[in-house]
């Protein structure tokens, strides 16, 4: 009878102990941005006037946790850019961006720093992988962020050294641009509310 019990007792403590190792659920948001409602501009310097441009959104889906654990992706057409001539936007879509190759612009979220307020202002930054003409690189973006009821608004400004990293330069002898290129995006979107929740939290069904 003692034995039995001595085992029961170890049995209840092992039990105990599992619950305990589990790691807390984490609350997971979802932000979802409306390519409609979102502008990629980018602005190249030259010696004799600055080129404005933009790109098309074609998706753009985020996650993250509580703990600042982010994914997801934000997909720009690279064949969408527009600067305003169809010469230059032909010879940046063939001989710079080579969109036939690399269709695709992408910004993979990896980590949250900072919080992001249920609702009103926040300021975080976003570290993840920009994926450009076939190589990733890493970047750290900073994003204010305005929250009203599930309406997301936010924007972000940042630099691309394009020829540091392996596109081709289109100076000529006698027209002389920058070798990086600022990038400006404005975008809208829906935010989720968390939908993971710990056990403890879950509500119980009452008998």
Known sequence: MQRHTVQTVCILLLACASCLSQPAATKESTIQLDPAKTTVEFTLADVLHTVHGIFRLKSGNITFDSTGEAGGDVVIDAASGDSGSHARDKKMNKDILEVQRYPTI??????????????????????????????????????????????????THFEIPYEAWGLKNPSTLFLRVSNKVQIDITASGVISAPSAVANSDRPRNNK
């Not at 993979?108 to 919080?115: D, I, N, R």
Request: glycine share 10%.
């Open 106 to 155: 992408e910004f993979l979220p990896k980590h949250v720093l900072g919080s992001v307020a249920p609702q009103g202002q926040s300021q975080i930054q976003v570290q993840g992988t920009f994926r450009l003409h076939g190589s990733d690189h890493e970047l750290t973006l900073a994003f204010p962020i305005r929250i009203t009821g599930s309406q997301l608004a936010t924007s």
